[in-house]
């Protein structure tokens, strides 16, 4: 099962956006784990991870992570229209899609 991991200052926000994922994805058939964290509990989260998902309010440490966790899976900053309507079905298709399952 691929692992997508949301990244925001809080993981508040992410929250409702991997709730959304979540519903797509079973209304798809797609097996999938989708799960959001803070910036400073990346750590914690961060095994198994296939795609990496950063909040467009943290898009300045995404060279910080890239640097951290090398190519080990993608790291990509989500949409801001997408992430700003909460539109778990783009988002999904967008970590489907850099994970090479799409």
Not at 67 to 91: A, H, L, Q, R, S
């Amino acid at each position: 099962m691929k692992r997508i991991l949301l990244v925001c200052g809080a993981g508040m926000s992410t929250s409702l956006l991997v709730t959304k994922m979540q519903k797509a994805a079973k209304e798809r058939g797609i097996e999938v784990e989708i799960a959001a964290t803070s910036g400073e509990s990346i750590d914690k989260e961060i095994e198994n991870v296939d795609v990496l998902l950063l909040g467009p309010q943290i898009r300045y440490k995404k060279d910080e992570f890239k640097k951290k966790y090398g190519d080990k899976f993608p790291i990509e900053v989500i949409d801001p229209m997408d992430y700003g309507m909460m539109n778990g079905e783009k988002v999904l298709d967008f970590a489907l899609k850099l994970i090479g399952e799409k």
